[in-house]
């Protein structure tokens, strides 16, 4: 993994539920609906999984369950987000990007597993160090991704309307 990664990577793994959690609120705040529901996913997702990863780990003696326990999580988040963007109580744009940020996670995941545990080769030893913590980040940036368009589109259009009238 690239060393300049190290520090934010550690920062999103020790804070990811808070940050979470702010985008939960700032949702809230701006009564966003939508964004509402795919923060609030993000923080139930990340809630469950800081709860349960020290769990699935001291059951998992072989080193099995925790690959397939942890697809199965990012299949049901992509399901949930995909059935929502469809039901239109979530922003389709937010649903495609999402899909399309987890969308290798699971793989990697089932890959891990066949590749280090069941072959004992180690291809995905630095894909699995990088992208999954990736994965995680722009996961949650996904969350805070509304809120910056709202800001945008409020706060900067006005701008641009105040910038014109003065003139």
Avoid at 12 to 34: G, P, Q
Avoid at 41 to 61: H, K, N, P, Q
Avoid at 129 to 146: E, G, K, Q, R, Y
């Amino acid at each position: 993994m690239l060393e300049a990664w190290e520090p934010i990577r550690i920062f999103f793994a020790h804070n990811s539920v808070w940050i979470a959690l702010l985008s939960v609120f700032l949702c809230f705040v701006l009564k966003d609906k939508k964004a509402l529901r795919y923060s609030l996913l993000v923080a139930i997702f990340y809630i469950v999984g800081t709860f349960s990863s020290d769990f699935v780990r001291s059951i998992d003696e072989h080193q099995v369950i925790r690959y397939v326990y942890w697809a199965l999580n990012d299949i049901l988040f992509m399901g949930i987000v995909a059935y929502w963007a469809v039901k239109d109580k979530m922003y389709m744009w937010q649903s495609i990007l999402a899909q399309l940020v987890v969308l290798p996670a699971p793989i990697l995941q089932l890959f891990r597993l066949t590749d280090y545990h069941l072959m004992d080769l180690s291809y995905s030893t630095y894909l699995y160090a990088t992208i999954i913590p990736i994965t995680n980040v722009v996961t949650l940036c996904l969350a805070f991704a509304p809120i910056i368009m709202f800001w945008k589109l409020h706060y900067i259009s006005d701008d641009m309307e105040k910038a014109g009238a003065s003139r």
